[in-house]
């Protein structure tokens, strides 16, 4: 299993939003591309980097996520997501450099845009975001419910060539409260590679989630209040 510190960027800084509330902000750093040298020097082998302003349509971070690309070269791999909503995007996000581009609301919306991508780039090089609240997969940066179950998307988006889901209870984000590992072994079921996210608290709940099957667990919050220490759940994974 692989760990995903996570690096969430939002007018500049570092920060963390519970439950996807843009209200609901902590600030955790200023400097981006210092928080993922720290992670990188710990031993982080992934980042898992997420553009705020984008998702909530108020500007572009893809050049801090390019040095933070950069500086990862040869060291890391940088997962990347945030707003990526057409192929120009997609294809921008990993001209920048990162390994991986994540498609949230697009790939909900549009499915035929994941099978686009997935012919221009290739499966590895994507993965789609599934967020969901009360079993509704949420888009625009979890502001709207698409009206539409885990399930049904995940079929649609694993028919147009996806095999990385990256999947986010959004009640549990950033509430230290455990994640949702039922609902990443359904979505496995259905034959996806699953990233969990949201609710990571302890390392316990890292060896759960090594336990259930998951490919790897995006760790936020608890990275930034050190209720996990990385070199551990580094360790463990």
Known sequence: MDIYPAID???????????????????YADDPLAQAERFLEIGARWL?????????????????????ARAAEGRACVQY?????????????????????????AAVREPELVARAVAAHGAPWLAV??????????????????????????????DAGARTLIYTDIARDGMLSGPDLAGCTALAELGAGV????????????????????????LGRS???????????LAHA
Do not use: C, M, P
């Open 129 to 158: 975001g599934l967020d969901a609240r009360d079993g509704q997969v949420a888009v625009r940066g979890w502001t709207e419910s698409s009206g539409l179950t885990l399930g049904d998307v995940a079929r649609r988006v694993l």
């Open 223 to 233: 990275l930034y209040e050190r209720t996990i220490d990385l070199a551990e759940a």
């Open 9 to 27: 960027i939002r007018k500049g800084r570092v920060v963390r939003l519970s439950q996807g509330e843009a209200a609901r902000e902590t600030v």
């Open 81 to 105: 997501g945030g707003g990526l909503r057409s192929l120009e995007s997609i294809a921008e996000a990993l001209d920048a450099g990162v390994t991986r581009a994540v498609i949230g609301t």
């Open 195 to 218: 990233i969990a996210s949201g609710g990571f608290a302890s390392l316990a709940d890292v060896r759960r989630a090594s336990e259930a099957g998951v490919s790897g667990a995006i």
């Open 48 to 68: 898992h980097v997420v553009d705020l302003d984008r998702a909530f349509g108020d500007g572009s971070n893809v050049a801090v996520v390019g040095r933070i």
